[in-house]
């Protein structure tokens, strides 16, 4: 049977409940909006052989290429943490909505590994977020005591209620309405404060959406293209680089899973090919700059690599292009002279005239 999408979730005050009210144009998305004239990028350099970012490259070693042509760099600054710039501010998300009771014990195991292997404190404060069905709650003070952490874990458990919620199909819309409205929540808080924010989602993500069996009217694809583009947008603008961490491991290797994501981080230019896709984890994590890691059994491990990205980045601005039409989406690229580097920054973000 074929299905037909006939809701939205409420992501932002922009965006429509697509069962109450008619969606908005793709132009007049961002309208009333007051965007900087600069698109800051947080640069993460590794080895292709060596997750471990590189420190020490100076502005010449870096060409960015804005929709395909080179950006004038307008600053440029080497972080080396902690020390520099406004403190670093690390996040681990518990996901219990995409995850059963099981899971969810696997996730808290993996998290208290890490922080015994790391004790007695972390390089920067970290938060516990709790994602259930009443949304995303930050868990007291951040803290790089270990043994507070160790607490504060201890007490999340202690919380954790099963919520029995739909199954099926409408149990999935119903688990990508509150994941992404939590997302979007998260940003938003993170708007006004100052530095780098490091969101490590820890759970299998939610469902995709996206199939032969899901039927999308225009009206779908408009409200799904504003969604992309206004919490694109917000990740971008409160600095947020957001990590999906699978807990599951090796057992979902090699599983549709693992890398259907793929086929939806080219970027989305029209409304035309919006996806339900388009909004899943995986995808948000790697236009934001992160990572997706979905195939080892070292959670700990994929943790520690996740916060390594803090250690050493750079801060770079450059000229915040104005589209000819409405939410058009310009890429960015970053080039390094060194062919045995890459670089990971925001997919790009969506220029308004």
């Known amino acids: 049977m074929k299905l037909a999408l006939r809701i939205a979730f409420p992501l932002l005050l922009t965006l429509p409940l697509l069962a109450q009210q008619p969606s908005p144009k793709p132009e007049q998305q961002q309208q009333g909006v007051k965007l900087p004239d ?29 929709n395909g042509a080179p950006a004038d760099i307008l600053s440029f600054k080497p972080v080396k943490q902690p020390a520099d ?4 501010q690390v996040y681990l998300l518990l996901d219990t909505v995409n995850s059963n009771a099981e899971l969810v014990g696997v996730m808290r195991d993996r ?60 149990g999935a819309v119903e688990r990508v309405q509150i994941s992404l409205s939590a997302l979007g929540q998260f940003a938003q808080f993170q708007h ?5 924010k490091l969101l490590i989602w820890i ?45 599951i491991g090796v057992g979902d290797a090699g599983t549709f899973r693992t890398f259907f994501y793929e086929s939806f981080v080219k970027g989305l230019v029209s409304y035309k090919n919006a996806e ?10 790697v236009h934001t700059g992160g990572q997706v890691l979905n195939s080892g059994n070292d959670i700990a491990g994929e943790i520690s690599q996740c ?11 450059i000229p915040r292009a104005r589209g000819e039409e409405p939410n058009t989406l310009y890429t960015i690229q970053v080039k390094i002279p060194d062919i045995n580097l890459k670089a990971r920054t925001i997919f790009g973000y969506y220029a308004q005239p």
């Open 111 to 170: 998290i208290a590994e890490f922080l015994k292997k790391n004790s007695p404190t972390l390089p920067y404060p970290l938060s516990f977020v709790v994602l259930s069905d009443k949304g995303a709650q930050i868990q007291k003070t951040p803290s790089t005591r270990t043994s507070d952490l160790l607490a504060d874990l201890n007490g999340i458990q202690t919380q954790l209620r099963t919520i029995p919620r739909s199954t099926g199909f409408y």
């Open 276 to 285: 339900w896709g388009n909004l899943t984890l995986q995808v948000l994590a």
């Open 192 to 196: 006004d404060r100052p530095g780098r």
């Open 203 to 247: 759970g299998p993500g939610w469902p995709y959406l996206s199939g032969p069996d899901i039927n999308l009217t225009s009206r779908d694809r408009i409200a799904l293209f504003n969604n992309v583009v206004s919490l694109s947008t917000l990740l971008e603008l409160s600095r947020v680089t957001l990590y999906s961490v699978d807990p």
């Open 38 to 66: 600069t698109v800051t990028l947080d640069v993460t350099v590794t080895s292709r052989n060596n997750p471990k970012p590189v420190a020490g490259l100076t502005e010449p070693n870096f060409t960015i290429l804005d």
């Open 307 to 317: 916060i390594d990205d803090a250690s050493a980045f750079y801060v770079i601005t």
């Open 85 to 88: 710039e406004p403190p670093i």
